[in-house]
Nanobody
């Protein structure tokens, strides 16, 4: 599976951005797709995940109520809609796919990774 992430950019606090993660090589059926982020000098952290087949989702507390993860089966693309962005959301965002359908929150449970996309939120 190859993953292509896109959609990052620069936005002011309170603004919105939408990230996408497109797959090639196979579908995500039976897998989980997650978004992680890594701020400069910090460890990579889980942001949100979706059980691709069931559509169930899980969010980190820090983004709950502001971010929404969803998928388009036909396009084999996952999305992360980010609203009410804060400066502390600034990071490189990565999408990843795991063979574990019950959404893992640790990076080592994910076998496939897209390249990162920078999200910068100015105050």
């Amino acid at each position: 599976v190859q993953l292509q992430a896109s959609g990052g950019g620069l936005v002011r606090a309170g603004g919105s951005l939408s990230l996408s993660c497109a797959a090639s090589g196979r579908t995500f059926s039976g897998m989980s797709v997650g978004w992680f982020r890594q701020a400069q000098g910090k460890e990579r952290e889980f942001v949100a995940g979706i059980n691709w087949s069931a559509g169930s989702t899980y969010y980190a507390d820090s983004v709950k109520g502001r971010f929404t993860i969803f998928r388009d089966n036909a396009k084999i693309t996952g999305y992360l809609q980010m609203n009410s962005l804060k400066p502390e959301d600034t990071a490189v965002y990565f999408c990843a796919a795991s063979p574990i359908p019950r959404i893992p929150t640790t990076p080592r449970r994910y076998d496939y990774w897209g390249q990162g996309t920078q999200v910068t939120v100015s105050s």
